[in-house]
């Protein structure tokens, strides 16, 4: 396997590691991270050349020395439950898992991760949020013009049909058809799959900016968008607080700098009140969108020292913690990557605000117990589950 060392003047702290091995598993497949007296030292089971590995490694402590922790907002909520409730929530039939980071939800959960929406969209609605619906599916152009397949190989997911053509068709029904044993289907011409022209889409927000591109007449608006959201990734240990697929709801913002500055920092207020009325514990500080370890590691350090991505963070259970919410800055990324500008000529600064409402019920059984029944009156309330 291959392996790197880079010496260091100083050992990182916890927070450093555990933020290092976070970046370096985003790329890498890690066998070994060994923090040792003068260094670290890393093994992969990629095959990639210990010299571009050592040159991975070299970026990601660069990146890692412009993580601030800026904390904006701390709440903190005494007897917080100490067990992780996804075995009691499974044994009942709420959660059930269907894959590897694939679920289905049905009772309590579902019934609390409904209501934290309704609460969402009245905070969309206290903005005047215009409310959208978009398609999971979105052309492979518009991901390109924002350069998510060079910053983001890791987790994309793209989508092909069968080719147009009957031989090709046949040929994939006969190969794959009951009993074959072919449970992975391999993307090649051979299987008869046409190249991909779309992607799952990997958020809610990107796709209000590819509807505003090429115009010259955008004004201030705010928009809301509820959907299903795809990531090649999913939690090792089958936990809730990574899936491949779950549900988002994201509060968007585009228009002059000041009227999205004005916004972020009201929904940012509106997002810790939140926290509060569900009587979880959070911390809402600096963070860093999870780029693949080429030149996109650039932009975790300008995101770090602009302060341009906030996020959640709730505690679970024993040590483990997880975003629940980021809130976000663009500036002009996509007025820029999509081409659109105002009346003015000015391009329009972008922000939005994202729930992930799996993760964010899942802190509230964590936080609360594994039996709504027994949860605090006040929250059942606020939530309108009593």
């Known amino acids: 396997m291959p392996d790197a060392h880079i010496t260091l003047t100083a050992a990182l702290d916890g927070d450093s590691r555990a933020h290092f ?6 790329s890498f497949d890690v066998a070994t991270i060994d923090h040792g007296s003068n260094g670290i030292t890393v093994s992969v089971r990629d095959d990639v050349p210990p010299a571009e590995l050592h040159q991975a ?3 990601l402590l660069r990146v890692r020395r412009y993580a601030s922790g800026d904390c904006l907002f701390v709440h903190e909520a005494p007897n917080q439950q100490n067990a992780d409730p996804q075995p009691a929530l499974e044994a009942k039939g709420e959660v059930c898992s269907i894959a590897q980071g694939l679920f289905a939800f049905r009772g309590d959960f579902l019934r609390v991760r409904t209501a934290l929406d309704s609460r969402v969209r009245m905070i969309a609605g206290h903005c005047g949020a215009d409310e959208l619906s978009y398609p999971p599916l979105w052309p492979i152009p518009l991901l390109q013009s924002i350069n998510y397949f060079h910053d983001f190989p890791h987790l994309a997911l793209l989508a092909s049909g069968v080719e147009p ?3 090709a068709r046949a040929a994939f029904a006969n190969r794959f058809r009951k009993g074959s044993g072919n449970a992975v289907i391999a993307c090649t011409a051979e299987n008869g799959l046409a190249p991909a022209h779309a992607a799952l889409a990997p958020t809610v927000c990107d796709c209000c900016y590819w509807l505003l591109r090429g115009r010259r007449d955008v004004v201030d608006q705010i928009s809301t ?3 299903q959201v795809f990531r090649n990734e999913s939690s090792p240990d089958g936990r809730l607080d990574r899936l491949t697929a779950y549900t988002m709801r994201e509060i968007v913002m585009v228009g002059s700098e000041g009227f999205v500055l ?3 920092q009201a929904l940012l207020d509106e997002v810790a009140g939140l926290m509060v009325d569900l009587d979880l514990a959070c911390n809402i500080k600096a963070a860093d969108d999870p780029f693949f370890s080429n030149d996109a590691l650039q932009r975790n350090a300008y995101q770090n020292l602009s302060r341009l991505k906030y996020e959640v963070e709730v ?3 024993d040590d483990r913690k997880t975003a629940v919410a980021s809130i976000n800055l663009h500036e002009d990324y996509f007025s820029r990557n999509y081409d659109f500008e105002n009346a003015d000529g000015a391009r329009p600064f972008s922000a939005c605000v994202g729930f992930g409402y799996e993760r ?3 802190a509230l059984f964590c936080r609360h117990g594994a039996k709504l029944a027994a949860w605090p009156r006040s929250v059942c309330t606020f939530l309108e589950l009593t």
Do not use: H, S
């Open 165 to 167: 053509e009957y031989m």
């Open 225 to 227: 968008i509820y959907g």
């Open 262 to 264: 004005a916004k972020r």
């Open 315 to 317: 505690p679970l259970y």
């Open 21 to 26: 091995g976070e970046m370096l598993k985003r």
């Open 360 to 362: 964010l019920t899942y």
């Open 57 to 59: 490694l070299k970026q």
